[in-house]
């Protein structure tokens, strides 16, 4: 009877023990183990310094992985607003509705529009007005600016780019109009400068960064008021379609937070180098 106790104490010993020591093993092992994933994404133009950003960052920050997703400016604040991301990347300026809303953009780069043409256009510049005509739809044959008796075939980013919207309130609103719906769409800037490039008679507008896209192809950027749009005008303020490019958090970024840290380095000289390699403009 005494052995038979004993051993129903030992097994329970032993049980109790292998308990212990499995959850032992899973403490000691937890924190070798844990990653925390962080979503960020929004503008097509912010894409290239994010996802060229994001490595060295997480090699900096080991158990940090971050993914950036091509949204557009306007869903990737959309969804900020909502929770689905904790930053967002913005090439236009927040509406005040998203400021009202506790968005909270930092500058982290400067960048110009580029306006490009496919190779069969005679033009080489063009004024402000006239972009505000051609893009609204008032001016549609190249004739009314110099050039030959051809159609103008608009091509343009779609509704929910940072680019579209820029280029939108700094061309089009600014001269009080409002732009046409006679134009070609792309999703993209690299697919807006292939179809300039592959279009006869066409016409658009393109982060500065991506215009050796076109002219690779035999198309061509145009001046704007008689400025070429490069880095050295766009810091002077010369160049009349330039823009920042921002992060926006919900609130203030905080201290201590992946946001937070995410953001100074993109502001740190390692930060801005990897602007600067990629095609945009630095903010020292």
């Known amino acids: 009877m005494n052995k038979k106790l004993i051993v129903v104490a030992m097994t ?15 403490s000691s092992a937890k924190p070798a183990a844990s990653t925390s994933t962080y979503t960020f994404g929004g503008s097509s133009t912010v894409a290239p310094i994010a996802n060229s950003a994001i490595p060295v960052f997480e090699s900096l920050n080991p158990g940090k992985k971050i993914s950036y997703e091509t949204l557009g400016s306007s869903v990737g604040i959309k969804q900020l607003l909502a929770g ?3 930053l967002a990347g913005s090439s236009r300026e927040l509406k005040q509705s998203e400021l009202d809303a506790g968005c909270v953009p930092t500058t ?31 001016i549609t044959n190249w004739k009314e600016v110099g050039g030959k008796d051809a159609k103008i075939q608009l091509i343009v980013r779609d509704e929910t780019s940072g680019t579209y919207g820029s280029f939108k309130e700094i061309v089009i609103e600014a001269a009080g ?11 993209e800037n690299g697919e807006v400068a292939t179809k300039i490039a592959s279009t006869p008679n066409s016409i658009g507008y393109i982060g500065m960064a991506f215009g050796s896209i076109v002219t690779d192809a035999g198309g061509k950027i145009l001046t704007v008021n008689g400025i070429a749009p490069n880095t050295q005008n766009v810091i002077d303020k010369k160049y009349p379609i330039s823009r920042a490019l921002y992060v926006v958090t919900m609130g203030k970024p905080v201290d201590g937070t992946v946001e937070k840290d995410f953001i100074d380095f993109l502001l740190s000289s390692k930060g801005q180098k990897i602007v600067a390699e990629s095609d945009f403009i630095p903010l020292n």
């Open 177 to 187: 109009k409002e732009p046409t719906t006679d134009a070609i769409v792309a999703k």
């Open 12 to 26: 329970a010993m032993l049980a109790a023990s292998a308990v212990f020591a499995q959850g032992s093993s899973e």
């Open 84 to 86: 689905t991301l904790s």
């Open 108 to 138: 982290i780069a400067l960048d110009g529009l580029s306006v490009a043409v496919n190779s069969s256009v005679a033009v080489s510049n063009l004024t402000m007005a006239q972009l505000a005509g051609i893009f609204s739809g008032e």
